[in-house]
């Protein structure tokens, strides 16, 4: 695979690629990229039930073993019929997340490295509006959920509006995809664990609107931590408390975000479930 064909797969905007080919090209760290990209093929395909370990956190060492990385997880998916479609659209999560970086930085960076382990461990996949993380779980909710048992972590991608028919489609998607291609780890319920799930957001933001519908879905399960700037970074990508009153308030999940911060208080990391 050459570069045009690696940059095109993973959605490289060309603003980054000229970095990252000075990236690929730079030797300096090739010891700990082989470290790092040694740890993430240790957990390949075992869905987190091998840990991936961290021998640095450097972002742009994690990067580069993520390139190294990317014909093996395209191998992986062949081999299994995965559709090329659902592997691009997984993959590309490294632009999106490159760009992301830049745009809040100003300049060549992958501040969500860590996430991107899901993706170079294959056990996420993107099923049109959202992402699915296949993976044991240790919650548990009565006749629901037991620990130990298979679930799908659902994400949402920076990719524009969360249109309840899109998140219907990609639930239905799901049903299909994961008994297909994964009949030996089977699963019933779809979790999450967000900032949108607060539910301090829930008494501010209409059940009509898109974030209201989507997180009236999910039934708590009563757990959370705290993720005191988690919804000034996703709503703002920023996480500086500083610029609160230059930030937009034109839409209610914007000004339920910035009330709250505003107020003093801390936002949560709440978890929740639905059945698939």
Not at 86 to 104: N, Q
Not at 135 to 140: F, H, K, P
Not at 155 to 176: C, F, N, Y
């Amino acid at each position: 695979m050459n570069t045009t064909e690696l940059f095109d797969l993973l959605a490289i905007a060309e603003a980054d690629r000229e970095d990252c080919l000075a990236l690929l090209a730079d030797p300096a760290h090739d010891i700990v990229v082989a470290e790092v990209a040694a740890s993430l093929t240790r957990s390949f395909g075992t869905f987190n039930e091998i840990t991936v370990t961290e021998p640095t956190q450097d972002p742009l060492v994690w990067l580069k073993a993520y390139f190294r990385l990317t014909p093996a997880v395209l191998e992986w998916h062949r081999k299994r019929g995965i559709p090329e479609q659902v592997t691009r659209d997984t993959l590309a999560d490294v632009g999106r997340h490159l760009a992301i970086s830049r745009r809040v930085t100003g300049e060549f960076s992958l501040q969500t490295w860590r996430w991107l382990t899901h993706h170079f461990t294959v056990r996420i996949f993107a099923l049109g509006r959202l992402q699915f993380a296949l993976q044991r779980t240790d919650l548990e909710a009565a006749g629901a959920i037991t620990p130990g048992d298979w679930v799908l972590a659902v994400h949402i991608p920076e990719q524009g509006p969360l249109l309840p028919s899109l998140v219907d489609e990609s639930l239905d998607a799901a049903r299909t995809f994961f008994p297909r291609f994964f009949a030996d780890r089977p699963v019933t319920v779809v979790t999450c664990d967000s900032w949108m799930l607060d539910p301090f957001l829930l008494d501010r933001v209409s059940a009509t609107s898109n974030v209201g519908a989507f997180v009236r879905r999910f039934t708590p399960l009563g757990h959370s931590t705290d993720g005191h700037t988690d919804a000034l970074y996703f709503v703002f990508r920023t996480r500086d408390l500083d610029r609160l009153s230059e930030l937009p308030r034109d839409t209610s999940l914007q000004r339920a975000v910035l009330d709250r911060l505003e107020l003093g208080e801390t936002w949560q990391v709440a978890w929740g479930y639905f059945r698939l």
